[in-house]
């Protein structure tokens, strides 16, 4: 089943310590120091204003500063990350792929896992060796060449270790973050870089030929084994599914993937979902000029027309057709995205329910 941040143990809060009283002949000394840090503890508070006729305002504290990425997290940080997040990498050994190693991650205790696609695509063979050592054999349930993303299903019941997927909602430029893949030889260690984000939104050509856009790039080393593989923030949460391809080093968002993946297992293929337009890019660079639409079409259901110019979906900008089908790849036929469009330089917003493009 999915595992989200949310589901992780909240970290132990420590029980306060309790201030001893003192005893015998100290009580007098102990009043008075009392009594000072009472007076200089008001005079603070008058000082700052926390008096303001309604009583005390409860002022929070920030303990600890923001995390100095500059070196990166540290051994302890990089092993702890290790041993929860190696139990759900598998290696996966290819007999007529692209390539003869790859890695996947374990993303349902049922033994599904997601993996990049042209690492297994027209393969006659997959076995997935767990990090144990233990050799499955596995099925490729299906591929989205669109993504370059494949789910396979490992062989057993389990159940099996798998990876937290999180969100890059929230992810910035800069942030350290880990690739975590495979060993290039089995058994042995999995391999695991330290890096950080480099940008958001490159569209690069995939090993299959294919454009593939709004993908994330780092500048962590990802070794051939270690394609498909993880891309994890310092707590462990997989932000990613790496990709190696003619020098770049990139990976999938985990949303994207995420979605991909339940489409796969559920339908065995990918529905992908559309608007019913054609658009260009705004001159601006911020929003898709409508081009046309189709007729009966969502977006043409919803009120949308030639010329409009879509800026937002559900929250999320959008600068091109390639950029507004990869925003769309996080939703499913049938549910309703919230679109942000200007027309005659007045801002609208409709509901628009989303169909399966025709194939």
Same mark, same amino acid.
């Given at each position: 089943?999915?595992?989200?941040?949310?589901?992780?143990?909240?970290?132990?809060?420590?029980?306060?310590?309790?201030?001893?009283?003192?005893?015998?002949?100290?009580?007098?000394?102990?009043?008075?120091?009392?009594?000072?840090?009472?007076?200089?503890?008001?005079?603070?508070?008058?000082?700052?204003?926390?008096?303001?006729?309604?009583?005390?305002?409860?002022?929070?504290?920030?303990?600890?500063?923001?995390?100095?990425?500059?070196?990166?997290?540290?051994?302890?940080?990089?092993?702890?990350?290790?041993?929860?997040?190696?139990?759900?990498?598998?290696?996966?050994?290819?007999?007529?792929?692209?390539?003869?190693?790859?890695?996947?991650?374990?993303?349902?205790?049922?033994?599904?896992?997601? #993996?990049?696609?042209?690492?297994?695509?027209?393969?006659?063979?997959?076995?997935?060796?767990?990090?144990?050592?233990?050799?499955?054999?596995?099925?490729?349930?299906?591929?989205?060449?669109?993504?370059?993303?494949?789910?396979?299903?490992?062989?057993?019941?389990?159940?099996?270790?798998?990876?937290?997927?999180?969100? #890059?909602?929230?992810?910035?430029?800069?942030?350290?973050?880990?690739?975590?893949?495979?060993?290039?030889?089995?058994?042995?260690?999995?391999?695991?870089?330290?890096?950080?984000?480099?940008?958001?939104?490159?569209?690069?050509?995939?090993?299959?030929?294919?454009?593939?856009?709004?993908?994330?790039?780092?500048?962590?080393?990802?070794?051939?084994?270690?394609?498909?593989?993880?891309?994890?923030?310092?707590?462990?949460?997989?932000?990613?599914?790496?990709?190696?391809?003619?020098?770049?080093?990139?990976?999938?968002?985990?949303?994207?993937?995420?979605?991909?993946?339940?489409?796969?297992?559920?339908?065995?293929?990918?529905?992908?979902?559309?608007?019913?337009?054609?658009?260009?890019?705004?001159?601006?660079?911020?929003?898709?000029?409508?081009?046309?639409?189709?007729?009966?079409?969502?977006?043409?259901?919803?009120?949308?027309?030639?010329?409009?110019?879509?800026?937002?979906?559900?929250?999320?900008?959008?600068?091109?057709?390639?950029?507004?089908?990869?925003?769309?790849?996080?939703?499913?036929?049938?549910?309703?995205?919230?679109?942000?469009?200007?027309?005659?330089?007045?801002?609208?917003?409709?509901?628009?329910?989303?169909?399966?493009?025709?194939?």
């Amino acid at each position: 089943m999915w595992r989200h941040p949310s589901e992780l143990a909240p970290p132990e809060v420590p029980n306060s310590a309790v201030l001893a009283l003192p005893k015998g002949h100290a009580w007098p000394l102990a009043a008075v120091s009392a009594l000072t840090g009472a007076i200089l503890v008001l005079g603070v508070l008058a000082a700052t204003g926390t008096f303001d006729g309604r009583g005390p305002r409860v002022v929070h504290e920030v303990l600890s500063s923001m995390p100095d990425t500059s070196s990166g997290p540290s051994g302890a940080a990089v092993d702890r990350i290790s041993q929860a997040v190696a139990p759900a990498i598998v290696r996966l050994e290819v007999d007529g792929g692209a390539q003869p190693v790859a890695s996947a991650v374990v993303f349902r205790d049922d033994g599904y896992a997601v #993996t990049d696609a042209h690492a297994v695509q027209g393969a006659r063979d997959v076995a997935a060796v767990m990090a144990s050592g233990d050799r499955r054999a596995s099925t490729v349930v299906g591929v989205d060449p669109d993504t370059d993303l494949a789910v396979l299903k490992l062989a057993g019941t389990g159940p099996f270790r798998t990876a937290v997927l999180g969100t #890059t909602d929230d992810v910035a430029v800069g942030e350290v973050t880990l690739t975590v893949g495979a060993p290039s030889k089995a058994p042995g260690q999995p391999t695991i870089a330290t890096g950080v984000i480099s940008s958001f939104g490159r569209d690069v050509t995939g090993p299959n030929g294919t454009m593939l856009s709004d993908v994330m790039q780092t500048d962590a080393p990802i070794g051939a084994a270690a394609t498909g593989g993880a891309l994890v923030n310092d707590d462990g949460t997989v932000i990613g599914i790496t990709l190696v391809h003619q020098g770049w080093r990139c990976a999938t968002p985990v949303d994207v993937a995420r979605t991909v993946a339940e489409e796969i297992v559920a339908v065995g293929h990918v529905r992908v979902v559309w608007l019913g337009i054609r658009g260009t890019a705004a001159q601006d660079g911020n929003g898709v000029v409508v081009a046309g639409l189709l007729a009966g079409g969502p977006a043409a259901d919803a009120g949308l027309r030639d010329n409009d110019v879509i800026r937002r979906v559900d929250g999320r900008p959008v600068s091109s057709m390639a950029n507004l089908r990869m925003v769309l790849r996080r939703r499913h036929p049938g549910e309703r995205v919230m679109v942000v469009y200007e027309r005659a330089n007045k801002r609208r917003s409709a509901a628009v329910t989303l169909t399966e493009r025709p194939a």
